[in-house]
């Protein structure tokens, strides 16, 4: 509502708030009060371009390990 914008990964939808994530930086716990718009965007962490430089089997090796991590 004061016109700052704030930028991050959904991580908790709290009644009274929303806590933003971004990678290297502590949360961000917004208010709801002080929210007059939200828009979400669905954005991968990871790189674009990330899997064409790896070979098949990192690529496989990766997603075994990302869905191990469950």
Do not use: C, N, Q, W
Request: aromatic residues 4%; charged residues 30%; negative net charge.
């Amino acid at each position: 509502k004061d016109g700052v914008v704030h930028e991050g990964f959904l991580a908790e939808e709290r009644p009274d708030a929303l806590v933003l994530r971004m990678p290297g930086a502590v949360d961000r716990v917004v208010p709801r009060t002080s929210i007059s718009e939200a828009a979400y965007l669905r954005r991968s962490l990871m790189p674009d371009g990330l899997l064409e430089a790896l070979p098949p089997e990192h690529v496989s090796d990766l997603f075994a390990h990302l869905k191990a991590l469950r």
